[in-house]
């Protein structure tokens, strides 16, 4: 046997790749009915089908476009530059007949580009035409041409009337395909696909009535036009059915030929127009295949590189670019389709005057031919001509531009630059997606190093209250305890402390702060931000060594102001002396009064230190019963005279509830003193206190209101603040030493309430204090019985 011969003895060597397995597998069996002469494997993906080609010749290709992490023209690149040369036919199926797409596949040599839905007959049929140049050694086409623009198929089981039919065919430029029975012509329109069909409906096996009906029900050929030409079948109820099961015409014979033609051309003009809309139809429908690549992906070097190689792949460009140019750090990458190519180095000209174009008209650009195009300024040798340029805009500025470039003049149209716009505008959302994860990952990055280096545990609470967050330091401070993530805090291990501040600052909806003594004696202070999804941000900060530094720092005070009383009683004393020991001329009797305020001035001073230094001290409290409306009237009673002096309206509202607190006396009566006394000092003359007293659930709430200057916003978060005082509000003349607020606070604190403030300037203030309130004897006694 000579060597021709047993080449052509051996079997064709044929792979099908297909990222689903059932479709990989129905190709590969109906291509091995072929017998013998094939030997078909299959794979499921590019990379298996490249480790299938380490160990096996590849001599037909047919491979699926759209596949995971590689596409079917990247496999086809693959396999070209393999060591054993590649397969000699290669076969791109797809379901997106877009533009460009085979003149990428043309680049890569690719034998033909077939359109799905593909039935394993037609591909039968391409491989007995492959396997027959194979076996003939005819030289590899680059693509499939078709040398008339349209195929009709011709089916009539009369030879004559075929031998009549393509005569006419051929005088017009068609080229045809003949069937003669009903089995055959379906299985030729399935094979060939034609662009349409002249159909006789007396013919064996099958009649045109059936062969029309399976067409129209076939979802691959049901949109070939179809013109019955028939003697038979001559009646109007007849001519009516066929019409109505979806013949496009109905001719009967004898036919006029002219006639005939001019039916046929005016149903290849409305196919051709329909080929337009389905082909658009799938380009959209690759616009979803695009968007779900893109949205898996959140690293810009990948995202940039995807979307350049479908771009470049489905539009048949030379080179694409994708610039990123709202950046700090501006991003350019750069994909060619052949290493050919790659070699031409084709590089971009300045874009400034195109991109300041695309900024005001906001639409992309479509360059016919750069030589001629003064917009395009690049060398006159380089290969490319036409380019077509699209901007990505994200949400709030231009962020981008995609450009294709490509070899042809006049290559891209409108058409193309519709679908790239399309696939720009995908690519912009990805992009903007992809920078914000990343933005995102950095700052969690960083807060996870902050709250992981933190010294101060930092705790986060969800809504309902259960553990969500633990730096280290917080799983340190809790000894003797596990504190788990998504449980709560269990009451009675020593943090019940904790956990009611943390209902309080649930119940306050704000920032609040308090300090907490911890099981191993330590004090912190204690800050509780409220979360706007819900829950509650805790940072616990150490305050012990302050609070000993501060306990010697009061003790200090104490025993200091203690030991001013003596000299300042003695100053106070002898001042009221020289004015009763003789007569004193005008400026002496002045100097003596000066001494006196100074006096009493800093006696008052070093009461409201030694007061605050006490409490700081937590000195023994000495409570009692009080009644609240008693004391209101008390002191209401005590200031009258110091308001009738300035005209001043001072009013009282009372409760009619009987509301008794647990306190000490003298320390509640400071604190109303320091409120009601600064209200009539800043209120000028003939305005208004009002002191009321209200119920509020189980608390008492005194609110002391004046139509004075009011306090600026700004100082209000201070004016607790020790020796702080409102400045530069006109009223600095007004005696005071900053500590009277101060006093108010810590006294409240003390017994468990807290006291607030409202303010505008020139219309007054209303401070607020609220405490508990002792059970009535109603209300014990109802608890007693439950």
């Given amino acids: 046997m000579d060597d021709s011969k047993s080449q052509q003895s051996a079997p064709v060597k044929i792979l099908v790749v297909d990222d689903h397995p059932n479709t990989a597998t129905t190709l590969a069996r109906g291509i091995a009915q072929l017998g013998s002469k094939v030997e078909v494997s299959s794979a499921t993906s590019g990379y298996q089908a490249l480790e299938h080609a380490k160990t096996r010749d590849i001599d037909i290709l047919i491979t699926d476009m759209i596949m995971p992490e590689m596409t079917g023209l990247e496999l086809i690149e693959k396999l070209q530059s393999h060591p054993t040369g590649g397969p ?49 050694a005819r030289p590899v086409a680059n693509e499939t041409v078709k040398t008339q623009p349209f195929t009709i198929l011709i089916a009539d089981d009369q030879p004559d009337n075929l031998m009549l039919l393509a005569r006419y065919l051929e005088r017009e430029g068609y080229s045809y395909i003949e069937a003669s029975d009903g089995l055959e012509t379906l299985e030729k329109t399935r094979n060939y696909m034609p662009d349409l069909i002249l159909l006789d409906i007396n013919m064996p096996n099958m009649d045109g009535f059936a062969v029309l009906k399976e067409i129209r029900e076939d979802p691959a050929i049901e949109h070939i036009p179809v013109i019955i030409l028939t ?15 979806g013949a496009d015409d109905y001719v009967t014979k004898p036919f006029d030929r002219k006639e005939l ?49 479908r771009t470049v792949e489905t539009m048949g460009a030379m080179v694409g670019h994708l610039i990123l140019i709202n950046d700090k750090n501006p991003f350019h990458k750069e994909h060619h389709v052949s290493i050919t190519i790659q070699e031409a180095d084709i590089q971009l000209p300045p874009l400034n005057n195109l991109l300041e174009q695309i900024k005001e008209t906001r639409e992309g650009i479509l360059i016919k031919d750069t030589h001629e195009d003064k917009r395009w300024q690049s060398s006159a040798d380089l290969p490319a001509h036409s380019v077509v340029i699209v901007p990505m805009f994200g949400r709030l500025s231009l962020i981008g531009l995609l450009i294709l470039i490509q070899e042809q ?77 998504g449980l709560p805090l269990a ?61 010697v720092k009061n003790e200090f005070i104490a025993t200091a102001s203690h030991d001013l009383r003596n000299p300042l009683t003695s100053i106070k004393g002898y001042s009221q002396l020289i004015q009763q020991m003789g007569p004193l001329n005008e400026y002496q009797l002045d100097f003596a009064k000066r001494i006196q305020r100074g006096a009493e001035h800093m006696a008052e001073l070093v009461e409201n230190m030694l007061s605050l230094a006490n409490m700081d001290l937590d000195a023994e409290q000495k409570r009692e019963i009080l009644d609240v409306n008693s004391m209101v009237v008390k002191l209401a009673d005590e200031f009258k005279p110091q308001a009738q002096a300035k005209q001043q309206a001072l009013t009282l509202t009372l409760t009619d509830d009987s509301l008794t607190v647990q306190c000490e006396p003298l320390k509640i009566e400071q604190a109303l003193r ?113």
């Fill in 674 to 786: 320091n409120l009601i006394g600064n209200a009539i000092k800043y209120t000028p003359n003939d305005g208004a206190i009002t002191l009321s007293v209200e119920r509020d659930a189980q608390k008492v709430n005194i609110k002391i209101q004046d139509t004075g200057y009011g306090i600026p916003a700004s100082d209000l978060p201070h004016i607790f603040e020790r020796f702080y005082r409102v400045r530069n509000n006109g009223h600095d003349d007004i005696e005071g030493n900053g500590l009277g607020l101060a006093i108010v606070k810590s006294v409240i604190e003390q017994h468990g309430g807290r006291v607030n403030v409202e303010s505008e300037v020139g219309k007054g203030s209303c401070f607020s204090i609220l405490f508990p309130v002792l059970p009535t004897s109603q209300s014990m006694a109802a608890e007693a019985h439950e």
């Fill in 491 to 551: 009451r009675g291990r020593g943090y019940d402390a904790l956990l009611e501040a943390l209902d309080e600052a649930y119940e306050l909806g704000q920032a609040y702060s308090k300090e907490l003594l911890w099981t191993d004696k330590r004090i912190f202070n204690a800050l509780f931000t409220p979360i706007a999804q819900g829950g509650c941000v805790l940072v616990l900060h150490d305050v012990s060594n302050f609070k000993r530094l501060e306990k």
């Fill in 88 to 136: 000699t036919f290669s076969y791109l199926v797809t379901a997106y007949d877009v533009p460009g797409l085979k003149v990428t596949a043309r680049r890569l040599k690719v034998k033909d580009v077939i359109i799905k839905p593909v039935h394993p007959e037609r591909i039968c049929q391409i491989v007995l035409q492959a396997i027959d140049e194979i076996d003939h």
């Fill in 261 to 309: 033609m001019a039916r046929i051309r005016t149903k290849l003009r409305v196919k051709q127009a329909e080929d337009v809309i389905r082909r658009r139809n799938r380009e959209l429908n690759l616009l979803p295949e695009i968007g779900k690549e893109l949205s898996a992906r959140l690293d810009i070097e990948e995202l940039s590189g995807l979307v350049l190689r």
């Fill in 231 to 245: 003697a038979a079948r001559l009646e109007p109820i007849e001519i009516q059915s066929g019409l109505n099961m």
């Fill in 409 to 485: 003049a006049g290559y891209f149209n409108v058409e193309h630059q519709l679908l790239l716009q399309a696939i720009a505008s995908q690519a912009a959302i990805a992009v903007e997606n992809a920078r914000l994860y990343a933005n995102m990952a950095r700052e969690q990055h960083k807060l996870t190093a902050i709250l992981q280096s933190a010294a101060d545990p930092i705790i986060m609470f969800d809504a309902d209250g259960s553990l969500s967050m633990l730096n280290p330091a917080a799983n340190e401070v809790f000894t003797g305890y596990e504190a788990k993530i």
